[in-house]
C-alpha cells in the first residue's frame, strides 16, 4: 500500500513538474515568435497488465486495462496544460495535493460515471 501511495503521488507530482518546465518553455518560445504547445496529463490508479505484445520481430511493451483506458479518457477531457486525476487516485493523494472536482464524467466503454479532478497544485510544499 505504502508503495502505491508514493507512485501515485510522484505520478501527479511529476505532472505537475511537465507543466511547469513547459510554461517556461512557452515563454521563451513566444519571445522568439514560435507556437503553443499544449499537454494534457490524465492519472488514474489501479490494476495493470504489463508486458511486451506482438511478434518475435515487432515486439512493444504496453499497458492494459480499465484503469489505463480511464487514465487516456482523463487525459483527452483535460483542460490545456492541464492535470485530471480519477477519484482512485484522489483518495491516495487528496492530502498531499490541492485539487478542485469537476462534474462526474461518463467515459466510453464505462458504465459507471467516474469522478475527475483537476489537480491546482502541491499541498504546503509538499513536492
Known amino acids: 500500500k505504502e508503495e502505491l501511495e508514493s507512485e501515485a503521488l510522484r505520478a501527479v507530482l ?3 513538474e511537465m507543466i511547469e518546465e513547459l510554461t517556461k518553455l512557452q515563454a521563451g518560445w513566444a519571445a ?5 504547445l499544449c499537454i494534457r496529463i490524465g492519472i488514474q490508479s ?7 505484445i506482438g511478434a518475435r520481430r515487432r515486439r512493444d511493451y ?10 487516456s479518457r482523463l ?15 484522489f483518495k491516495i493523494v487528496s492530502d498531499r495535493v490541492e485539487t478542485q472536482p469537476l462534474d462526474p ?3 466510453k466503454n464505462r458504465k459507471e460515471r467516474v469522478q475527475p479532478y483537476l489537480v ?5 510544499g509538499d513536492d
Do not use: F, K, Q
Request: aromatic letters at 0%; one cysteine or more; glycine letters at 18%.
Open 120 to 124: 491546482i497544485g502541491a499541498s504546503n
Open 14 to 16: 511529476c505532472g505537475l
Open 62 to 71: 504496453t499497458v492494459l486495462g480499465d484503469t489505463v483506458n480511464v487514465a
Open 105 to 107: 464524467m461518463l467515459l
Open 32 to 36: 522568439r515568435g514560435l507556437g503553443e
Open 46 to 52: 489501479g490494476e495493470v497488465v504489463s508486458g511486451s
Open 75 to 89: 487525459e483527452n477531457r483535460a483542460p490545456d496544460n492541464g492535470v485530471l486525476i480519477g477519484d482512485a487516485t
